[in-house]
């Protein structure tokens, strides 16, 4: 059974996990040295960041959604866990506080693109390059709860 909660502290290193596994599995399109460069930026704030994770009954993480304010800031779920809803009920819990949520999303990472649009977010743009300036194009995407 998955619950959901606030992460705490002791939860970081398990976040940093997911990201990992979750990039490894669906960001085969980075540059190994970008890969390794936007590794070393997330260490930097990911395990201490406050987000939303989903938990399995030992109360391990196996997905996080990240937030400022109405922008969904980052959302990973465990490869082994893909699938099963743990993000759509992430992305759910975040609308039912928020009249709308926006996200950006690698443009070519497809599977991203399409879970966003099959559970209801919208094209809004397109910028050439990623947030740090890099050749990683990006899709705005909005949902209106």
Request: charged residues 30%; negative net charge; aromatic residues 8%.
């Given at each position: 059974m998955i619950s959901y909660r606030p992460?705490?502290?002791?939860?970081?290193?398990?976040?940093?996990?997911i990201w990992r596994r979750a990039v490894d599995a669906t960001h085969d399109f980075l540059k190994p040295e970008d890969r390794v460069?936007?590794?070393?930026?997330?260490l930097a704030f990911l395990p201490t960041a406050p987000m939303w994770l989903a938990?399995?009954?030992?109360?391990?993480a196996v997905a996080f959604m990240l937030l400022d304010g109405a922008h969904m800031q980052a959302l990973f779920v465990d490869p082994e866990h893909r699938g099963t809803g743990v993000?759509?009920?992430?992305?759910a819990l975040a609308l039912a506080t928020r009249p709308s949520l926006t996200t950006d999303v690698n443009e070519q990472n497809v599977?991203?693109?399409?879970?966003?649009?099959?559970?209801?977010?919208?094209?809004?743009?397109?910028?050439?390059v990623d947030g740090q300036g890099r050749a990683y194009p990006l899709v705005h995407l909005r949902k209106d709860g």
């Open positions: 992460s705490f502290p002791d939860d970081g290193e398990r976040v940093v996990e460069a936007i590794e070393a930026e997330v938990v399995d009954d030992a109360d391990v993000g759509r009920t992430l992305v599977q991203a693109v399409g879970f966003y649009e099959r559970i209801g977010f919208s094209v809004t743009g397109r910028s050439p």
